[in-house]
């Protein structure tokens, strides 16, 4: 089973052209994919449905989006009746296999003055694989500051750790004769987290690396699957400064619980995509 986790950027490649179908070839063999920057209505790429482009591109698999940023876009009336226009900005996940349940999870953030700084979120999907159920997160964090990060990580941990508690996007069903989704304990937190590896917004999800035992596993910590692999070297990276390419660094991961990590099988960096300014990060379960 293949994972991979994608921030697209909106669709415009290192290049600077926008080439959707680009992006989608890079992604060929994948059970399960996590896209972050995915965009509907959006000026940049001339108000693409990129839900939709990436939903024809996957047409046998299932999919959620979740629009952490919503606006109002555009607004006419056609035969009489009023046409509204989103200008949306958030992160999808496409599934071999059905969707249970989605959550869109909104992560806390603060006003700016002078940077950028939209919503941010997490679209959980709880899948049914054929493992085991298991839910899959599209995460993208704040880029500009490590205390936003450090915050949207303690509410992403919250409600991913405390999901059978929490009770998942619905309990309490057969009052109406509703199915009830699984409330598994696996789960991977994939996307653009914003952070290198050991900076304090890191050490927060990972936990605190131990001079001598280093990480242990445990159940209310998720591993950073490529670093547990011993694939993360000095020279990793998976975001490239268009303006100054020879600037790079490791912003994206996949991150698992405790109770997956003896599934994985391997992980990498696809460093010959050129379809966004980040590059997809891949983890392959056995």
Known sequence: MRFVSYNIQ?????????????????????DIIALQEVTRGWP???????????????????????PAC???????????????????????VLSRWPI?????????????????????GATEALIDAPGGPL???????????????????????ARAIGFSREGGAMS????????????????????DFNMEPESPEYCQLAGTLDRYYGRTVRADVPTDALAHLGRITPDSHSWINVSRPQQRMLLDYCFVSGSLVHRLKDGWIDYDARGSDHLPVWVEFG
């Open 10 to 30: 909106y669709g415009f490649g290192l290049d600077g052209n926008y080439d959707p179908e680009r992006i989608a070839r890079n992604l060929t063999g994948a």
């Open 172 to 191: 309490g069903g057969d009052q109406f004769h509703l199915p009830r989704p699984p409330l598994t304990e696996d789960f991977l937190l994939m996307g």
């Open 44 to 66: 940049l790429n001339n108000g693409a449905d990129l839900p939709e482009i990436f939903a024809g591109y996957f047409p046998d698999y299932h999919w959620v989006y979740g």
């Open 70 to 92: 919503d606006l109002h876009g555009s607004s006419e009336l056609i035969g009489g009746r009023r046409i509204d226009r989103r200008c949306q900005f958030g992160n999808m």
């Open 135 to 157: 839910r899959v997160y599209s995460v993208h964090l704040d880029h500009v500051s490590p205390d936003e990060r450090i915050a949207q990580i303690h509410a992403l941990m």
């Open 100 to 120: 249970l349940s989605n959550r869109l999870l909104l992560l806390p953030r603060t006003r700016t003055f002078e940077k950028l700084n939209m919503q941010r």
